[in-house]
C-alpha cells in the first residue's frame, strides 16, 4: 500500500483555531490537528504543547493579578507544569519564553530547578529581558528546531 504525503506547517500556537484530536488506539498515536487562521494551513500541533499552554493559561489567569510570588509558585497549575517530565517540559518553557516576548511570566526558578541547578550568569543581575534571552540562547543551543522557527 502506498503511502501518502501530506504537507505539514508548524505554526505557532497562537495562530491556531479550530483543534481537533484524534486518537487511533494508544495515547502515544494522538495526533492533534488544526486549522491555522494566520496562515490558512493544516498543522500538527503536538499534545503535549496543548496540554503545557492548556495549564499556562489557567495558571495566568489564577495568578495575574497577584502581588506575592509565593502564591503563583503555590498555584496547583504551577506545580504541574513543575513535575512535568524536564526532557519534555523545559522546551515547552523555552518556547512560551519566545512567545511572551520582552514579557517573561515567572518561568526562570523552575528552568533552575529543572536543569539541575542551570542558572544564567550573575553578570545579568536581575535583568528580566537579559536573563529571559539568556535561557532563549540557552534552549536553541540545546534544542533547536524543536523549539519552531526563531
Do not use: C
Not at 508548524?10 to 487562521?37: F, K
Not at 496540554?51 to 495568578?63: D, G
Not at 520582552?102 to 536581575?126: C, D, E, I, K, R
Amino acid at each position: 500500500m502506498e503511502q501518502q504525503s501530506t504537507q505539514i506547517a508548524r505554526v505557532p500556537l497562537t495562530h491556531i483555531s479550530n483543534v481537533a484530536i484524534v486518537q487511533s488506539g494508544s495515547e502515544a498515536e494522538t495526533i492533534v490537528y488544526a486549522n491555522s487562521a494566520w496562515y490558512g494551513e493544516q498543522a500538527v500541533v503536538e499534545k503535549d504543547w496543548i496540554e503545557f499552554s492548556a495549564l499556562v493559561s489557567a495558571w495566568k489567569r489564577e495568578t495575574r493579578l497577584s502581588s506575592s510570588l509565593r502564591n503563583v509558585f503555590a498555584s496547583a497549575y504551577y506545580k504541574s507544569i513543575t513535575t512535568m517530565d524536564p526532557d519534555k517540559v523545559v522546551p515547552l518553557i523555552i518556547r512560551q519564553l519566545i512567545l511572551e516576548g520582552s514579557s517573561p511570566y515567572h518561568w526562570f526558578s523552575a528552568l533552575v530547578a529543572l536543569t539541575n541547578g542551570n542558572s544564567p550568569p550573575p553578570a545579568l543581575g536581575g535583568n528580566v529581558r537579559d536573563i529571559s534571552r539568556w535561557w532563549i540562547e540557552w534552549g536553541r543551543a540545546r534544542y533547536g528546531r524543536q523549539l519552531g522557527p526563531e
